[in-house]
C-alpha cells in the first residue's frame, strides 16, 4: 500500500535552516507528482510546493519562493524540501502528498516545523 | 489566482441528519478537456487531511456512501447524508484545474450539536 513518511521537522531560530524528507512506498515514485502542504496552527492548508516527473517541473507559492528548494532523489523514493530563512511565520505542520491526476490522493503523517528565537 | 470560498465556517449538526458545505470558485473550474479538477478532503482532529472525492463526484476506496460530492462550473457541494459521531472534523475543498498554483478552500468545521 502506499505510504509517505516525513522527517526533519523541529525547532530552528528565524533564519535558519532545515531539510524536511518524505519517504514513499509502495507505488512507482518516478510517475508521479510529489507536493509539500503546510498547516500553521489553527489554520488551513497551503500548498506550498511541487515537482514533476521531470525535475524542471516545480513551483513555489509566493510564501517560500527563493527561500525552499524541492528535490527528488528517485533512487531512494523520497522527495525533500530545503527550507532556509526561515520565518516564524513558517511555524506550520508540513505534509507531503502525492499529486495524481490534479488531486492529492495520498498524505503523510506531517512533521512539525517551529520557528522561534 | 483561483480563489476557493467554502461556507459555512461551522456546520453544527444532530446525528442521523444531513449536512450541506459549498466550495464557490473565482473561476470556471472546467478545463480545456471537459474535466473538473474540484476534490474533498477530510481532516479529524490531530490527523492528517484524508481525501474522500475527486474530480467533482468520484469517492475514493472505503469512503462511505453518505458522502457525495456535486456541482459544476463554479459551485460545488459536499453532502453527508445521516451524519455519524466519526464525521466531525473539518472539511477542505481542493482545485487541481488551474495550474500552476492549485488552491485550497479555507474550511468547514463540522460538530455534533
Known amino acids: 500500500q502506499v505510504q509517505l513518511v516525513e522527517s526533519g521537522g523541529g525547532l530552528v531560530k528565524p533564519e535558519g535552516s532545515l531539510r524536511l524528507s518524505c519517504a514513499a512506498s509502495?507505488?512507482?515514485?518516478?510517475?508521479?507528482?510529489m507536493s509539500w502542504i503546510r498547516q500553521a496552527p489553527g489554520k488551513g492548508l497551503e500548498l506550498i510546493s511541487y515537482?514533476?516527473?521531470?525535475?524542471?517541473?516545480?513551483y513555489y507559492a509566493d510564501s517560500v519562493k527563493g527561500r525552499f528548494t524541492i528535490s527528488t532523489d528517485n533512487a531512494k523514493n523520497s522527495v525533500y524540501l530545503q527550507m532556509d530563512s526561515l520565518r516564524v511565520e513558517d511555524t506550520a505542520v508540513y505534509y507531503c502528498?502525492?499529486?495524481?491526476?490534479?488531486?492529492?490522493?495520498?498524505w503523510g503523517q506531517g512533521t512539525l516545523v517551529t520557528v522561534s528565537s | 489566482d483561483v480563489v476557493m470560498t467554502q461556507s459555512p465556517l461551522s456546520l453544527p449538526v444532530t446525528l442521523g441528519q444531513s449536512a450541506s458545505i459549498s466550495c464557490r470558485s473565482s473561476?470556471?473550474?472546467?478545463?480545456?478537456?471537459?474535466?473538473?479538477?474540484v476534490s474533498w478532503f477530510h481532516q479529524r482532529p490531530g490527523q492528517s487531511p484524508r481525501r474522500l472525492i475527486y474530480?467533482?463526484?468520484n469517492r475514493d476506496s472505503g469512503v462511505p456512501d453518505r458522502f457525495s460530492g456535486s456541482g459544476s462550473g463554479t459551485d460545488f457541494t459536499l453532502k453527508i447524508s445521516r451524519v455519524e459521531a466519526e464525521d466531525v472534523g473539518v472539511y477542505y475543498c481542493?482545485?487541481?484545474?488551474?495550474?500552476?498554483?492549485?488552491?485550497f478552500g479555507g474550511g468547514t468545521r463540522v460538530e455534533i450539536k
Open positions: 502528498a502525492r499529486l495524481t491526476f490534479s488531486s492529492l490522493d495520498y
Open positions: 481542493f482545485q487541481g484545474t488551474h495550474w500552476p498554483q492549485l488552491t
Open positions: 509502495g507505488f512507482s515514485f518516478s510517475d508521479h507528482f
Open positions: 474530480k467533482v463526484s
Open positions: 515537482i514533476g516527473i521531470s525535475p524542471n517541473t516545480k
Open positions: 473561476q470556471s473550474l472546467v478545463n480545456s478537456y471537459g474535466n473538473t479538477h
